[in-house]
């Protein structure tokens, strides 16, 4: 009896498990089916090629002012709403401030440039790079990346160069009830003056003039420091510096001022030529020390689930991560002279040796190559006299890595002034992007700190749409109200730098927002509906722009399996030394697996505790506003609330 009774329950047991078994087989299966029927339901084009060579053409036309990245996606876009780009660059061939020029005069990369993030972060949503190119690029890789997209999709004919911009202003002796061929209602012709190879001005009227100029168009910003002007050494900004031999550095006494990418890269650099090299930071700074980028970018994913539920948790709480994990070398640039008073996600994100790994700024500060100084007092004419000390530092060379001021001086200030000479570093446009005044037609392109590809592609998808009047902007006091409190929200958290008043675009939030209002936001109900094979593409793979292609307006049908060659590249494909990834160490084994549970429940566990007690977990940039004045109120350092005024030293730093 005992021995049937436990083949009846062994029997029970055994179709429980097939039952169990066939009703996954069967569900598994039937997602697959529901997939890809909802997928097939949904397509759109291809791929983007194919979606400009169908578009309906319109008879708007819309002037580009520069052929940088910001400029060719500009281009793209209008393509691809069936609007015709007329580009007007200064220069003799397109790349703008990433195509290298070897004279010192004229502003560019330096000759040793590579992106300090990964190569899919740094690519366009319509055109991404080929799997098999490098993680970290030279800028000679991103030029020839700008060049493939003029040459793919035929556009070389829209370029005029030589051409030199003098003023952009509205026709404002016409209505605001254009015919189709000016656009919808609300938006005005604007009159563009230039000069083409020296020739007489003139002036075309266009439907629509995006400025894409970027952030690094005008001359480099240069502090007014006391008795520069009686100095008799050699001075440059790190926009028109090239390499150490181009400025006779060996041997010399050189002085870098300024702790960005830009100013790291160039100390490091120049020390291994220079007789001696100082760098000046009077704040500090945290900084990530790579061994090799692309291992760096390699070793762990930080997909866009991560990053949204980070984006929900006050700044000063993700920070006390971000230092305990990711600055593990910071003691050495402590002791160094380099110890900051302001917490990590309070400046903008540094790395040293992602190109370079036997001269990163920890190892040449270990080795005396460079020596740290706090501030500058004032210049003298053979040299300089440090914060603190009395006597001079003789000084052959110094280079300005002071950053930039985002800035335009070819359109009328009487719309918007972003002038250079005017006070202050803010850029007071409606999602960094529109002029709140109440001629429509003017947009601005990169005018913002950001992941610079995937921006100027959102951006100026986002102008196109508003062009051609399948968007409406909000009330213009409502993006007033908006476009301050994003500001006040970012200046209430960063120290007060020129920089760091435009940090809108280091966040998942302000892209989100411009799909959002597109209507290509990956969202989880918008996926299940549209695109349900899409779900791991959209969210657990790196954030790119990529992602803002798989659903809705601009869909392409390429993008997904794109986002997975990415992937597959990044992490289980071959290094530049030829090693072989290993994979990510939270997704690789069982050991991976539990690190990544780890760090998603510990991430939703932290937002949930911020619901909890009442934290705002909003999507847009100013929902913290609130919470990150009442930090403010008691931080260490000093910030800057006024709008419009000029940066100030943190006098508790200096």
């Known amino acids: 009896v005992n021995s049937r009774i436990k083949m009846s329950l062994l029997d029970c047991a055994l179709s429980c498990w097939m039952n169990v078994g066939l009703i996954v087989v069967v569900g598994y299966l039937l997602w697959k089916a529901y997939g890809k029927l909802q997928t097939w339901r949904h397509r759109q084009f291809h791929d983007f090629a194919t979606k400009v060579k169908a578009v309906p053409k319109t008879n708007l036309r819309v002037a580009i002012i520069g052929s940088g990245l910001s400029g060719i996606s500009s281009m793209k876009s209008c393509l691809e709403g069936g609007i015709t780009p007329v580009v007007f660059e200064s220069g003799k061939d397109i790349g703008g401030f990433w195509r290298y020029k070897e004279d010192p005069s004229e502003a560019s990369v330096y ?117 520069l002007s009686s100095f008799k050494g050699t001075t440059m900004h790190s926009s028109h510096y090239k390499y150490p031999q181009k400025h006779d550095l060996q041997g010399k006494n050189v002085v870098v001022v300024g702790v960005g990418n830009s100013g790291i890269d160039i100390v490091c650099e120049v020390s291994q030529a220079a007789g001696s090299t100082v760098l000046v930071s009077r704040s ?74 036997d001269h990163t700024l920890h190892r040449q500060l270990e080795a005396g190559k460079i020596t740290v100084r706090k501030g500058i007092e004032c210049f003298t004419q053979n040299g300089i006299k440090f914060t603190g000390e009395t006597q001079e530092t003789p000084v052959d060379v110094v280079i300005f890595a002071t950053g930039f001021k985002q800035a335009t001086n070819c359109v009328d200030p009487a719309v918007v002034d972003l002038r250079f000479e005017r006070e202050g570093n803010d850029v007071m446009l409606y999602k960094y ?56 929200a970012l200046c209430a958290q960063y120290i007060d730098r020129q920089q760091l008043r435009i940090q809108a675009g280091m966040s998942i939030k302000y892209y989100d927002s411009l799909a959002k209002m597109l209507g290509c936001y990956p969202s989880w109900s918008k996926l299940l509906l549209e695109r349900p094979t899409a779900i791991w593409a959209a969210w657990f793979t790196p954030m790119c722009a990529l992602h803002y292609r798989l659903v809705g307006t601009g869909r392409l049908e390429v993008a997904e399996k794109q986002i997975t060659d990415q992937y597959t590249s990044s992490y289980y494909g071959t290094h530049a030394d030829g090693t072989k990834m290993a994979g990510p160490r939270n997704r690789k084994g069982i050991s991976g697996v539990a690190l990544g549970a780890l760090m998603y429940s510990m991430s939703i566990f932290g937002v949930i505790k911020v619901w909890a007690k009442g934290g705002n977990v909003g999507g847009e940039i100013c929902d913290k506003l609130q919470e990150n004045l009442e930090y403010a109120k008691h931080d260490v350092v000093e910030h800057c609330l006024d709008v419009g005024a000029a940066p100030k030293d943190v006098q508790a730093l200096a």
């Open 433 to 488: 992007i529109f002029p709140i005044v109440k001629y429509g037609g003017l947009g601005f392109i990169n005018f913002v700190q950001s992941a610079s590809f995937m921006c100027a592609e959102l951006q100026s998808r986002l102008f196109v749409r508003v062009l051609k009047g399948e968007l409406k902007l909000p009330p213009l006091e409502e993006q007033r109200q908006h476009q301050e409190a994003t500001r006040q």
């Open 111 to 227: 000759r040793s440039t590579h992106i300090d993030t990964s190569r899919d972060m740094n690519s366009y949503g319509d055109f991404p790079y080929e799997p098999t190119k490098p993680i970290v690029l030279h800028n000679s890789e991103v030029f020839q990346y700008l060049k493939d997209n003029v040459k793919e999709f035929d556009m070389q004919k829209y370029f005029r160069f030589g051409c030199n911009v003098t003023n952009i202003r509205p026709v404002l002796d016409t209505t605001n009830t254009q015919t189709t061929e000016r656009g919808p209602a609300g938006m005005y012709p604007w009159e563009v003056t230039y000069s083409q190879d020296g020739a007489d001005q003139r002036t075309e009227v266009f439907d629509g003039v995006l400025v894409c100029t970027g952030r690094h168009a005008r001359e480099g910003y240069i502090p007014a420091f006391p008795g």
């Open 284 to 357: 500090g700074a945290w900084i990530v020390h790579a061994d090799i980028g692309e291992k760096l970018h390699a070793t762990t994913v930080n997909d866009r689930f991560l990053a949204w539920l980070g984006s929900k948790l006050p700044w000063w709480v993700s920070t006390n991560n971000f230092e305990k994990f990711i600055f593990v070398d910071q003691p050495i640039l402590n002791k160094h002279g380099l110890k900051p008073k302001h917490r990590a996600l309070q400046q903008h994100l540094l790395v040293t040796g992602l190109h370079d790994p």
